[in-house]
């Protein structure tokens, strides 16, 4: 059975960097035909699609957070990590990795982690 | 690029149908059939309900259907029930290679 486990600092500090880990077990990252992805929510608020990712490395990013944002895979770990530079109170949310319910990159995300809140603040 | 758009709220008794539309332009909505729906409840990750406009995850209740008509898609539930009480994002694939959510619904089951 997939899951999709995210971790991290709850906490970080206004103009610091974010760095987030999403743990993959019963599938195997490298070899499937499948995205990852990393998206958001801020308190209360609706959905922002951050970016994806293939086991290749190959990704793709919101163009709004793109300067800002770094996702990564290590397969010898099973993990899809994020990075998110420069911090503010705006980047404040819960952060979910998700993968693909199909092949593609546009597939919708169709396996979920239960998301981590982070909370920028000094 | 902007959020598609969906109402607010929506409310149905049980036994009911409703409908949440999302609407967008020619560049995400209109120009492609990569069209998904999402049920949240609070607390809780988001479940895909849809995908393709149309299509329904193995264990979805087929009292769920999607549709589009031009620059909008339409999540319908019918016989609604209070374990439907959640909330419902939109998302599309976009011409600029990306992807964008709806600002999403409440549903409320009186």
């Known amino acids: 059975q997939l899951q999709l486990q995210e971790s991290g600092p709850g906490l970080v500090k206004p103009s610091e960097t974010l760095s987030l880990t999403c743990t993959v077990s019963?599938?195997?990252?490298?070899?499937?035909?499948?995205?990852w992805g990393w998206i958001r929510q801020p308190p209360g608020k609706g959905l922002e699609w951050i970016g994806s990712?293939?086991?290749?490395?190959?990704?793709y990013y919101t163009p709004s957070l793109k300067s800002r944002v770094t996702i990564s895979v290590d397969t010898s770990k099973n993990q899809i990590s994020l990075k998110l530079s420069s911090l503010t109170a705006a980047d404040t949310a819960v952060y979910y990795c998700?993968?693909?319910?199909?092949?593609?990159?546009?597939?919708?995300?169709?396996?979920w982690g239960h998301g981590t809140l982070v909370t920028v603040s000094s | 690029q902007s959020a598609l758009t969906q109402p607010a709220s929506v409310s149905g008794s049980p036994g009911q149908s409703i409908t949440i539309s999302c609407t967008g332009t020619?560049?995400?909505?209109?120009?492609?059939?990569?069209v998904s729906w999402y049920q949240q409840h609070p607390g809780k990750a988001p479940k895909l309900m849809i995908y393709?406009?149309?299509n329904r995850p193995s264990g979805v209740s087929n009292r769920f259907s999607g549709s589009k008509s031009g620059n909008t898609a339409s999540l319908t539930i019918s016989g609604l029930q209070a374990e439907d009480e959640a909330d419902y994002y939109c998302?599309?694939?976009?011409?600029?290679?990306?992807?964008?959510f709806g600002g999403g619904t409440k549903l409320t089951v009186l």
């Open positions: 998302s599309s694939y976009t011409s600029s290679s990306t992807l964008i």
């Open positions: 990712i293939y086991y290749s490395g190959n990704t």
């Open positions: 020619s560049s995400d909505v209109g120009g492609y059939n990569y």
């Open positions: 019963g599938a195997s990252i490298s070899g499937s035909s499948y995205y």
């Open positions: 998700a993968r693909g319910y199909s092949s593609g990159w546009y597939a919708p995300m169709g396996y």
């Open positions: 393709e406009v149309s």
